[in-house]
């Protein structure tokens, strides 16, 4: 069967489960006080989470001219990312104005007249504010963007995906090529969000450590074993498989939603179930449940953003969303914090277990409360999982792209209480979207562009096998 026919059907199928996706978006209760501050083995929550990994001395980033760089005054060639051309089209990327999507004309976006701005005008603010304090910043707002990938139209959707079919180490580069993580979301912005891999054997070596078998021990068997047949599949660039994942993720885990006014922080809410929790005909449902959705909405127990934080990649600054300072609102769990990171595989299970127990009363709640309460118990009783009970910490660390689109590393912390070791991944990606989080409309674009979800389209090669 054709590839073309494989995807088309595919987000066919995905869209025709999401008929009635609303535009208008969710009340929102008002941020909530933080909680006291809480130290553990990743530092203390009124700090970016300490890492298990030596983050490297960072290099200064170079000064620019008060209007940026130009051809009479370029970035010094030590920048060696900036001088490098990411999307191949003659234009080296300090200068380009769609530096992952190619447009060797660099003609400029096409302001509509009496065009609103493209995102919020929270958001708006807080990036030509933080633009014009780093002039010399990779990143670039609105009017400073090609045709090509203009926030105008919806060409903006071509830099997201052009991230998305890369390959991993070309997913870092762009990041560090950023090397700042630029201006804040905005305030009570709503984000599209796809849930990406980095590799698929890095979900491999995390249980191997955890379980104490040598790294690349079954890893590596199974590479050697599977043709790429079977493993292009799962590359996580291009491989049908991943992006049937993708797709299928991005329903469960749409993306976020975002309450900070400030470039300094803030907080944050997770966007799940958005199909059920923000289409108009569950609303009788939802009504039916405050217990489990006292704000209306699919999100869950609240994070902060900040941009203290590094990256261990080159110990520049980025924009850490941190999940150990949460809060009781979202899911029901009122005068309970279980923290969803910053903590062992079983206090997660017993945070399932303390779902169920919540519940409400009627045969919606015991339904809803059995199962949580069920998985908990019985996966704490698999002698696997009761050897993979490592303390760990999940946070994602954000760079900025463009106005609108910020790409975030997800990346995984993990200690062995057994004999105190620590590891740190990078586990997958988070590319989000501020300019229009309807997942809908997303699904409608791919159906009718699918050469511009081709590597191809952005000069890029396929990117198979499972070390993609």
Not at 60 to 65: D, H, I
Not at 250 to 274: H, M
Request: hydrophobic share 40%; net charge negative.
């Amino acid at each position: 069967m054709p590839r073309q026919l494989i995807v088309t059907a595919l987000v066919t199928a995905i869209a025709a489960t999401m008929p009635l996706v609303a535009a208008a978006q969710p009340p929102i209760t008002p941020e909530p006080p933080i909680d006291p501050i809480a130290c553990g083995w990743w530092g203390c929550t009124d700090q970016a989470p300490v890492l298990p990994v030596a983050i490297p001395d960072a290099v200064a980033l170079p000064e620019s001219p008060p209007g940026g760089w130009s051809a009479d005054d370029p970035p010094p060639r030590s920048e060696l990312l900036y001088w490098h051309d990411f999307d191949s089209d003659g234009v080296v990327n300090w200068a380009d104005n769609c530096v992952i999507v190619p447009n060797s004309d660099q003609a400029a976006a096409i302001r509509p007249a009496n065009a609103a701005d493209p995102v919020n005008p929270s958001s708006h603010a807080l990036a030509t504010a933080w633009k014009a304090s780093n002039p010399g910043a990779m990143y670039r707002v609105s009017d400073e963007l090609g045709e090509a990938c203009s926030n105008y139209n919806d060409n903006w959707r071509r830099t997201m995906v052009a991230f998305r079919v890369s390959s991993n180490d070309r997913k870092r580069d762009i990041f560090k090529f950023l090397g700042q993580g630029g201006p804040m979301f905005g305030e009570n912005t709503l984000t599209l969000a796809v849930p990406t891999c980095s590799r698929l054997d890095t979900v491999m070596n995390i249980l191997e450590w955890g379980l104490h078998i040598p790294e690349g021990l079954i890893a590596n068997a199974l590479k050697a074993l599977l043709t790429p047949a079977i493993t292009d599949h799962f590359g996580c660039s291009t491989g049908i498989l991943a992006r049937l994942a993708e797709e299928l993720g991005q329903l469960v885990w749409a993306g976020k939603r975002l309450y900070t006014p400030t470039n300094e922080g803030g907080a944050i809410t997770n966007r799940f179930f958005a199909p059920v929790t923000e289409v108009g005909v569950f609303d009788p449902l939802i009504k039916a449940m405050p217990w489990l959705f006292p704000g209306g909405t699919g999100q869950t127990v609240q994070g902060r953003v900040r941009n203290d934080a590094v990256s261990p990649w080159d110990g520049r600054n980025s924009i850490a969303i941190d999940w150990r300072d949460v809060s009781d609102t979202g899911i029901g769990l009122r005068g309970n914090r279980w923290p969803i990171t910053d903590q062992s595989l079983s206090e997660l299970l017993n945070a399932m277990i303390g779902v169920g127990q919540v519940a409400g009363p009627g045969i919606e709640g015991q339904i809803i409360r059995a199962l949580p309460i069920a998985l908990g118990n019985i996966m704490k009783m698999i002698p696997i999982i009761r050897d993979l009970d490592v303390q760990y910490l999940i946070y994602d660390s954000c760079r900025a792209l463009q106005e609108g689109f910020t790409p975030c590393t997800a990346e995984i912390a993990l200690r062995r209480p057994a004999d105190g070791a620590t590891r740190w991944y990078q586990e997958g990606w988070m590319p989000f979207s501020t300019v229009d989080p309807d997942i809908l409309h997303q699904t409608a674009w791919e159906l009718s562009h699918f050469n511009e979800m081709q590597p191809a389209f952005y000069n890029l090669p396929s990117n198979v096998g499972i070390d993609n």
